[in-house]
């Protein structure tokens, strides 16, 4: 079955510290795994995506196939990083299974 | 770029009529478009795929005889909630994937809230 988990429904820190929003997912295919982030009355925007391996807002994921996951991390949270995070992964025909989604909040 | 539009926002309907929610992809050709639902406090669920000049693919459980879909050129898709009741209530999303080195991906809609009375 195609499944995309996120087993945090709220994780707050206080700024500066480390962040790990968790994902794990189940696809027999080839996973192809993004994170999207939904701001404030803002709509979902790419924050990245596995295969380009880059760092956005100093966001980083690393997949990692044996143990099906693709967490999201931040070295140090940043008061504006509060917002709504999904995990998706793309399966056949390019549709989009979605993660329940964690709320990050990063207090002062 | 690859942005898409979304209309109207928000809409108030009386139970019974039809609602239509349109999607268009302003600066890209979109041949398929995403018709999502999310729920408060929940995630975005697909209902269906849309595809320029061919029928829709509905997810199981999506009645596509409630939400049709029309998908008549590379730049518009339309969601129409025919008969609605108050339990259609949402938030429907919709979205588009786009080819674009790496900046594949999807692009989402701005949403509309749905409020049916």
């Known amino acids: 079955a195609q499944r995309v988990t996120q087993p945090e429904k709220l994780l707050s820190v206080f700024k500066g510290a480390p962040v790990e929003l968790k994902c794990n997912y189940s696809y027999s295919g080839s996973p192809e795994l993004f994170w999207y982030v939904q701001y404030s009355r803002q709509r979902l925007q790419l924050l990245l995506r596995?295969?380009s391996r880059e760092s956005i807002k100093g966001f980083t994921a690393d997949l990692n196939k044996g143990e099906t996951s693709f967490h999201l991390k931040k070295p140090f949270a940043q008061e504006e990083d509060s917002a709504m995070y999904y995990c998706?992964?793309?399966?056949?025909?390019?549709?989009?299974?979605f993660g329940t989604g964690t709320r990050l909040q990063v207090f002062p | 770029g690859a942005v898409v539009s979304q209309h109207p926002s928000w809409v108030i309907c009386k139970s019974g009529t039809s609602v239509k929610i349109e999607c268009r992809s302003l600066?890209?050709?979109?041949?398929?478009m995403f018709w999502y639902r999310q729920f408060p406090k929940q995630s975005l669920m697909l209902m269906a795929t849309?595809?320029?000049?061919?029928?829709?693919?509905?997810e199981q459980g999506v009645e596509k005889d409630k939400f049709l879909i029309n998908h008549a050129s590379l730049t518009l898709s339309t969601l129409t909630v025919t008969s609605a009741h108050p339990e259609d209530s949402s938030f429907y999303i919709c979205?588009?994937?786009?080819?674009?080195?790496?900046?594949?991906?999807?692009?989402f809609g701005s949403g509309t809230r749905l409020t049916v009375v």
């Open positions: 596995h295969i």
């Open positions: 998706a992964l793309s399966v056949e025909n390019d549709k989009l299974i």
């Open positions: 849309s595809n320029e000049g061919s029928k829709a693919t509905y």
């Open positions: 979205s588009a994937s786009f080819l674009g080195g790496v900046s594949y991906g999807y692009t």
């Open positions: 600066d890209f050709q979109a041949t398929t």
